[in-house]
């Protein structure tokens, strides 16, 4: 069974530039959830989808936005981008939609320049 | 707002003994505990679970311990092995969401 995939891997965007990530979850899992890490910040949540729709989402500005398709899989947008949102991007997916573990992907090593 | 702590930042154990890793948190609503290894540039790697009705859960040389009274997470590793050397995190997620909130990581180092 193939595992929680990210493309790009890498990626060089010049500030006020835009970016989209994408993210393909493990086949039979409807949710998704997208993850920040920095090393001052360490891991936060930034929103999780389910079944298309936006189930929660964590506290960061509107520059950050997401969607999911009906495949389950999953693309983040960030607009306007700022040298601060330089981060690993993780994407997980999960089986149930509470009450299971997240399995994550290699994630999106963003450098905003 | 610092929900999950982990604040031993790092530990260092001898090969074959027991690694104890310790984690905090502050919301009595969390019902739902995992543990994750890391490895630079990668993703977290899940290791194991547990709900907030149990007090241990076991696999392998891993067994997650939960005080709820105390709000206190442990994971323990026996017995330990070099490839274990990572970074550990703990996360914690309440109700019906996959919201996982993550401690700042313990980096455990195993010497041979």
């Known amino acids: 069974k193939a595992g929680v995939t990210q493309t790009p891997r890498y990626l060089i965007k010049t500030r006020g530039q835009q970016v989209t990530l994408s993210c393909s979850p493990i086949?039979?899992?409807?949710?998704v959830s997208w993850y920040q890490q920095t090393p001052g910040q360490g891991l936060q949540f930034l929103f999780e989808y389910f079944s298309e729709t936006q189930r929660n989402k964590g506290n960061f500005p509107g520059r950050f936005s997401g969607r999911q398709f009906s495949n389950s899989r999953s693309e983040m947008n960030v607009s306007t981008l700022e040298l601060g949102d330089s981060a690993l991007y993780l994407c997980a997916s999960s089986f149930k939609v509470t009450g299971a573990e997240a399995f994550f992907g290699q994630g999106t090593r963003l450098t905003v320049v | 707002d610092q929900q999950v702590k982990q604040n031993s930042p790092s530990l260092s154990v001898q090969e074959g003994r027991i690694s104890i890793l310790n984690c905090d948190y502050t919301n009595s609503m969390f019902d739902y505990f995992l543990w994750y290894k890391k490895y630079p540039a990668e993703g977290p790697t899940f290791l194991i679970s547990?709900?907030?009705?149990?007090d241990k859960n076991e696999d392998g040389r891993f067994t997650v311990f939960l005080n709820k009274s105390a709000k206190h997470l442990s994971l323990h590793i026996v017995p330990s092995q070099p490839g274990d050397s990572a970074v550990y995190f703990c996360?914690?997620?309440?109700?019906?969401?996959?919201?996982?909130?993550f401690g700042s990581g313990t980096k455990l180092n195993v010497k041979p």
């Open positions: 086949s039979g899992h409807r949710s």
């Open positions: 996360a914690a997620s309440a109700g019906n969401f996959n919201k996982f909130y």
């Open positions: 547990i709900s907030s009705i149990k």
